[in-house]
């Protein structure tokens, strides 16, 4: 199924909305440390409900951690400065998308590492700064997700 990354998320209800989404869609949490919560946050575990331990969750201390899991060429990294709408790719199981964090994004310096046909937007309109965190990885997991017939 599919990935959603999520380097140093820093607001703990989104995780939960995330470990949630997880949870039902089959897809696999990977948290990249720092993290702005504990694992423990009230606030966190309350958005997450009682799914987290339906969740498939893991947790890395650094990108290059996380990163080595995957094939590099079939992780989306999700940004509002990219040029490829986030519905143009044809996405296979077990693709893996990279979100940032909250307040800024994903660093330009991580956004080089992947090929710009491999950098996501999810349109808005022209006004909007960003999507919420938690919002976005459901855009791009269902989208993904749709694009597989919703099978597992």
């Not at 999520?6 to 949490?29: D, F, K, S, V």
């Not at 339906?54 to 951690?65: F, S």
């Amino acid at each position: 199924m599919f990935n959603i990354i999520l380097h140093q998320p820093e607001i703990p209800p989104n995780t939960g909305n995330i470990i949630r989404l997880c949870a039902n869609t089959g897809a696999t949490l990977h948290l990249i440390k720092p993290l702005g919560f504990t694992l423990e946050d009230k606030q966190m575990k309350r958005a997450g409900l009682d799914y987290h331990e339906w969740a498939t969750v893991k947790i890395y201390d650094g990108l290059e951690d996380c990163l080595s899991q995957f094939q590099a060429e079939r992780i989306f990294a999700l940004t509002t400065k990219a040029k490829t709408r986030y519905d143009a790719p044809q996405f296979k199981a077990d693709d893996a998308f990279i979100f940032g964090p909250e307040t800024r994004g994903l660093s330009s310096e991580i956004l080089a590492r992947f090929a710009e046909e491999n950098r996501l937007r999810i349109p808005m309109q022209a006004a909007g700064r960003s999507l919420n965190l938690s919002n976005a990885a459901s855009v791009m997991l269902y989208e993904a997700w749709r694009q597989n017939d919703f099978t597992n």
